[in-house]
């Protein structure tokens, strides 16, 4: 099997292109790097003319509810028409358990998102997942403040990402279904706790603040509802096993 992942060089992607070769399947990249520019809609057709699937694993970082849905919009339209032009027999979209009723910030562009690949005409699959044990790092990144880091109260339940890009060519092989099972973490977790206990493997010494953000935004973070249904697909690795693989580089 041909696989095309666009995005194939971020958090999930580039498991997704590692766990697709490990399996044997022919992998290409949809990347600039490769001549793709998925916004721009460049290249887009040539790179998938013989996939057989396509599995779109692009992200925007932003809380702008407006930037968020151009975005998703934006690529996802771009991919959809070159699919259709090209006899595409399956397009994979992976997006967030639990955000039906956050339509806001973020979420609101993934919701976009499905909307649309639900309405296409190339026969589809919306592969959610929970939020992945790489969010601690990004999150820690960006929300720095000199001697402390102000963290989003956010309960969750963290998979790992190349435990998502392995799923995510598990749908592939098994065909379109519309909607597969989502994928969750092992155990339910706070955000807050998972940047403390990241810090105190790496040895940082900085305090974490827990924040309640405001708005709706703010409230579907804090609800619980993230940690999405307890009748999902659940992955192995747990946080604190993660900070001593992936974290460390392994």
């Given at each position: 099997?041909?696989i095309?992942?666009?995005?194939?060089?971020?958090?999930?992607?580039?498991?997704?292109?590692?766990?697709?070769?490990?399996?044997?399947?022919d992998?290409?990249?949809?990347?600039?790097?490769?001549g793709?520019?998925?916004?721009?809609g460049?290249?887009?057709?040539?790179?998938?003319a013989?996939?057989d699937v396509?599995?779109?694993?692009?992200?925007?970082?932003?809380l702008s509810?407006?930037?968020?849905i151009?975005?998703?919009?934006?690529?996802?339209r771009n991919?959809?028409?070159a699919e259709?032009?090209?006899?595409t027999?399956?397009?994979?979209?992976?997006?967030i358990?639990?955000?039906?009723?956050?339509?806001t910030?973020?979420?609101?562009?993934?919701?976009a998102?499905e909307?649309l690949?639900?309405?296409?005409?190339?026969?589809?699959?919306?592969?959610?997942a929970g939020q992945f044990?790489?969010f601690?790092?990004?999150?820690?990144?960006q929300?720095?403040l000199?001697?402390?880091?102000?963290v989003?109260?956010?309960?969750t339940?963290?998979?790992?990402?190349?435990e998502?890009?392995?799923?995510l060519v598990?749908?592939?092989?098994?065909?379109?279904?519309?909607?597969a099972?989502?994928?969750l973490?092992?155990?339910?977790?706070?955000l807050?706790d998972?940047?403390r206990?990241?810090f105190?493997?790496?040895?940082?010494?900085?305090?974490v603040?827990e924040?309640?953000?405001?708005?709706?935004?703010g409230?579907?973070?804090a609800?619980?509802?993230?940690?999405?249904?307890?009748?999902?697909?659940?992955?192995?690795?747990?946080?604190d096993?993660?900070?001593r693989?992936?974290?460390?580089?392994?």
């Amino acid at each position: 099997m041909k696989i095309a992942v666009a995005g194939g060089t971020g958090t999930v992607g580039r498991y997704v292109v590692e766990a697709a070769q490990q399996r044997g399947h022919d992998v290409v990249a949809l990347t600039r790097g490769n001549g793709v520019d998925v916004l721009e809609g460049v290249g887009i057709l040539k790179a998938i003319a013989d996939a057989d699937v396509v599995i779109d694993t692009l992200n925007a970082t932003t809380l702008s509810t407006q930037r968020a849905i151009e975005f998703f919009d934006t690529a996802t339209r771009n991919l959809l028409q070159a699919e259709a032009q090209a006899g595409t027999q399956h397009h994979i979209t992976l997006s967030i358990v639990g955000i039906d009723t956050i339509d806001t910030s973020y979420y609101a562009g993934k919701l976009a998102q499905e909307r649309l690949v639900e309405g296409s005409r190339v026969p589809h699959t919306i592969a959610r997942a929970g939020q992945f044990h790489e969010f601690a790092e990004q999150i820690a990144a960006q929300a720095t403040l000199g001697p402390v880091t102000l963290v989003p109260r956010t309960l969750t339940r963290p998979v790992a990402a190349r435990e998502v890009g392995q799923h995510l060519v598990s749908v592939a092989e098994s065909g379109p279904v519309g909607r597969a099972p989502d994928l969750l973490g092992p155990r339910d977790e706070s955000l807050s706790d998972m940047v403390r206990r990241m810090f105190a493997h790496d040895g940082t010494r900085r305090p974490v603040i827990e924040l309640r953000l405001p708005g709706a935004y703010g409230r579907g973070l804090a609800s619980g509802k993230l940690r999405g249904s307890p009748h999902g697909t659940s992955g192995l690795v747990t946080f604190d096993e993660w900070l001593r693989s992936d974290h460390e580089g392994a």
